[in-house]
């Protein structure tokens, strides 16, 4: 089970987390209207009076990016205030993720955006590693990716992860950690909530904006970082095979991190992982405030 922090933010104030409760009649529950974000932050290791935050501002625009599809205005400084008052208000001691979900709160029947109101709730919970750090085994999926000409995906919007449910439970059920789900174009696409790197003959591969991937924040750091350790990148459709032959294979996103695959289907990859762990090790010293080049990246949230 887990561990929820103690205070949510509901209906515009700061109430205990069990407090916060909707209706069985809203109207997000019916249709999947909403969209949400995910944010990871850690105790500073080096000063227990504070947290950090990773890449707060990107997280904000993308939420208030999202809101945009379901025809709310909710503008980013705002909601990067009530994040902030949201840390402030719960002092988490350990490391945690924050999930802010905007939504058709309203208690209509017809599935549309307009003339419905909306809301936006904000809850957290503890939470350590979400994959096996050592290294997970995937699947290739039997669904296949929504596609941006139906579905908004440059949105992170709740009614797409059926898919990934449908997906994680299918590998699941059937022995894997994971699914790799491959989109319309039946190219590879990503994990049920990660995005997807491979290694190949020392270049760092990744599917593009084009594939109809979420345009993931841990991805774009990747990608950064990468660039800056003078590893070539390239973004460019990848196929299923090369998935097979890759020197490495890693997947990456808010909760799971970095998470090296270990095995594809009946494949499987090298144990050595040079520049999965040169990625890791960065991204991990610059989440916890330990790397001058990234500070930008962290916001350093004072508990008072
Ligand atoms: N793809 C999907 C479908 C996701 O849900 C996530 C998690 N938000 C990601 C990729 C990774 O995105 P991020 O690095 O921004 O967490």
């Known amino acids: 089970m887990h561990t929820f922090l103690p205070i949510a933010y509901f209906e515009n104030q700061f109430i205990p987390f069990e407090n916060a409760k909707i209706s069985i009649a809203t109207h997000a529950l019916h249709y999947g209207t909403a969209a949400f974000g995910g944010m990871r932050g850690i105790p500073d290791p080096g000063n227990p009076n504070q947290v950090l935050l990773f890449r707060l501002e990107r997280h904000c625009q993308r939420l208030?990016?999202?809101?945009?599809?379901?025809?709310y205005d909710l503008p980013a400084d705002k909601l990067q205030q009530i994040i902030i008052d949201f840390v402030k208000k719960n002092k988490p001691s350990k490391s945690f993720y924050m999930r802010p979900l905007v939504y058709t709160s309203g208690l209509g029947v017809a599935p549309r955006l307009h003339n419905i109101e909306k809301d936006f709730f904000v809850y957290g919970l503890e939470m350590g590693d979400y994959l096996s750090p050592d290294g997970i085994s995937c699947r290739i999926s039997s669904w296949t990716r929504q596609e941006d000409r139906s579905f908004p995906l440059?949105?992170?919007?709740?009614?797409?992860?059926?898919t990934s449910a449908l997906a994680k439970t299918e590998a699941v059920e059937s022995g894997f950690d994971e699914a790799i789900l491959m989109n319309s174009q039946g190219k590879v696409c990503e994990a049920?909530?990660?995005?997807?790197?491979?290694?190949?003959?020392?270049?760092?591969?990744?599917?593009?904006?084009e594939q109809d991937i979420l345009e993931g924040i841990t991805r774009?750091?990747?990608l950064t970082l990468a660039k800056n350790f003078g590893i070539p990148t390239i973004e460019r459709p990848i196929d299923k095979s090369e998935l097979f032959i890759a020197d490495e294979v890693f997947l990456c996103g808010t909760a799971a991190k970095i998470s090296p695959v270990k095995q594809i289907e009946t494949f499987k990859l090298p144990e050595t992982r040079p520049?999965?762990?040169?990625?890791?090790?960065?991204?991990?010293?610059?989440?916890?405030?330990?790397?001058p080049d990234y500070k930008e990246w962290i916001s350093v949230i004072p508990l008072e």
């Open 192 to 209: 049920t909530g990660m995005n997807l790197f491979i290694v190949r003959n020392g270049h760092l591969i990744t599917p593009g904006f």
């Open 154 to 162: 440059r949105g992170k919007i709740s009614a797409a992860y059926i």
């Open 64 to 71: 208030s990016q999202s809101a945009k599809f379901l025809n």
């Open 220 to 222: 774009d750091s990747i």
């Open 275 to 291: 520049i999965t762990e040169q990625l890791k090790e960065k991204l991990s010293a610059i989440t916890e405030n330990k790397d």
